[in-house]
């Protein structure tokens, strides 16, 4: 079984400033390739996807080369504004960088817009079908409340591929399930979403979070959308604010423990094997 990571990050705080990160977090370091290679290697860990962290759009090229140049980075999602008139032809043009191949996705922190509805934007949606015309998937980093918009925009694009990343960052620390529950199912109900059983950790308490806290959430995903259209990602290095790389594997299997083996199959590795074209 080839076990993929679906969602990692990497940055170099010698390139630019990561500007979400407090100034007192033991995230505010550099993060490379090399450091993931090696828990990844020690996890059983045989290909990664790298997603976007910030909106600036020297990123993207910068993932495309790393990906070029290390065989353990399968996919790149990256960045670019959505609300540009010439997207298609940006997009084309990331395709012709070294590593450009290996672009899968786009990404946009929906998470810190203000409008809930940014996505339904007409300049926005223009965009997103850019995205689906040249082949590519688009994750979804969001807010629960955003979910609604995010189920009319899956909705009114059928041909693109929605990837809802950390399941819709569920407030597992809170322990409330509504409404985010009912807009993640009617989200699952479009067939062209899926979604990352990826970054709970975090949204749980971080100093006393247990496999119990994270499971009712969990267990709504993977009911919605299936082991078909769920995909294991570890969120390093974000996760290591609650668990370390291998543990983050453990726990998500542990998570899956009910699953057959070709549904653990699609979740820690088919899945991410359709949806990004690895």
């Keep these: 079984m080839t076990v993929v990571d679906a969602h990692h990050h990497v940055w170099d705080l010698a390139v630019r400033d990561q500007d979400w990160i407090?100034?007192?977090?033991?995230?505010?370091?550099?993060?490379?390739?090399e450091d993931l290679a090696a828990g990844a290697r020690a996890a059983g860990v045989d290909r990664t996807v790298l997603v976007q962290t910030i909106t600036v759009p020297e990123e993207t090229p910068?993932?495309?080369?790393?990906?070029a140049e290390h065989e353990l980075v399968a996919g790149v999602v990256g960045w670019t504004d959505l609300t540009r008139p010439d997207t298609a032809d940006e997009?084309?043009?990331?395709?012709?960088?070294?590593?450009?191949?290996?672009?899968?996705?786009?990404?946009h922190q929906v998470q810190g817009e203000a409008d809930p509805g940014w996505l339904l934007r007409p300049d926005v949606r223009r965009g997103l079908a850019a995205v689906a015309d040249?082949?590519?998937?688009?994750?979804?980093?969001?807010l629960p409340h955003q979910l609604p918009a995010c189920v009319e925009a899956a909705a009114s694009l059928p041909h693109l591929t929605f990837v809802l990343d950390h399941a819709?960052?569920?407030?597992?620390?809170?322990g409330a399930r509504e409404p985010w529950a009912t807009d993640v199912r009617a989200l699952a109900a479009l067939p062209n979403t899926v979604c990352k059983l990826s970054g709970l950790v975090t949204e749980a308490d971080l100093a006393s979070w247990t496999v119990d806290d994270l499971r009712p959430y969990a267990d709504t995903v993977l009911e919605a959308f299936g082991p078909d259209r769920l995909m294991y990602g570890s969120d390093w290095p974000?996760?290591?604010l609650g668990a370390g790389y291998g543990e983050m594997l453990?726990?998500?299997k542990e998570l899956t423990a009910g699953l057959g083996p070709s549904e653990r199959a699609d979740v820690f590795g088919g899945t991410a094997l359709r949806t990004y074209g690895l």
């Design 62 to 67: 910068e993932f495309l080369a790393l990906a």
């Design 250 to 252: 453990s726990v998500t």
């Design 168 to 174: 819709g960052k569920p407030p597992i620390a809170s």
């Design 22 to 33: 407090a100034p007192d977090s033991p995230l505010r370091r550099t993060f490379t390739i």
């Design 134 to 142: 040249a082949g590519l998937v688009y994750d979804l980093v969001v």
């Design 91 to 107: 997009l084309a043009r990331l395709r012709e960088l070294p590593g450009g191949s290996c672009l899968k996705g786009i990404r």
């Design 238 to 240: 974000v996760c290591t």
